[in-house]
C-alpha cells in the first residue's frame, strides 16, 4: 500500500533555510509525480512544488527563487529544500502522490519565527 512520510520540518528564524524529505513506499516511484503541498492555520491546502517523473519541476509563485524540489529514484525519496524563509511560509507540509486517488503523508511542521 502507498505509504508517504515526512521528516525534516522543524523551527528556523526568518531568512533561515530547511530541507524537507519525503520517503515513499507501495508504488512504482520512478514513474509517478510527487507534490509538496502546505497548508498554514485557517487557510486551505495549496501547492508548494511538483516534480514530474522526467524531473519537470513547477512551483506555487510565492516560494519561486527560494525552493526547491527535487528525487531521488533510488532512495524513493523526494525532497523541498526550503530558503530565505518568510513567516508566511508557516504551515504544515505534506508530501503527495496520485495513484487513481491522491495520497499523503502525515505532514511535517514548519514555523518561521524570531
Known amino acids: 500500500q502507498v505509504q508517504l512520510v515526512e521528516s525534516g520540518g522543524g523551527l528556523v528564524q526568518p531568512g533561515g533555510s530547511l530541507r524537507l524529505s519525503c520517503t515513499a513506499s507501495?508504488?512504482?516511484?520512478?514513474?509517478?509525480?510527487l507534490r509538496w503541498f502546505r497548508q498554514a492555520p485557517g487557510k486551505q491546502r495549496e501547492m508548494v512544488a511538483l516534480?514530474?517523473?522526467?524531473?519537470?519541476?513547477n512551483y506555487l509563485d510565492s516560494v519561486k527563487g527560494r525552493f526547491t524540489i527535487s528525487r531521488d529514484n533510488a532512495k524513493n525519496m523526494v525532497y523541498l529544500q526550503m530558503a530565505s524563509l518568510k513567516p508566511e511560509d508557516t504551515a504544515v507540509y505534506y508530501c503527495?502522490?496520485?495513484?487513481?486517488?491522491?495520497?499523503w503523508g502525515q505532514g511535517t511542521q514548519v514555523t518561521v519565527a524570531a
Open positions: 503527495a502522490v496520485l495513484q487513481g486517488m491522491t495520497y
Open positions: 507501495g508504488f512504482t516511484f520512478s514513474s509517478a509525480g
Open positions: 516534480i514530474t517523473s522526467t524531473g519537470i519541476t
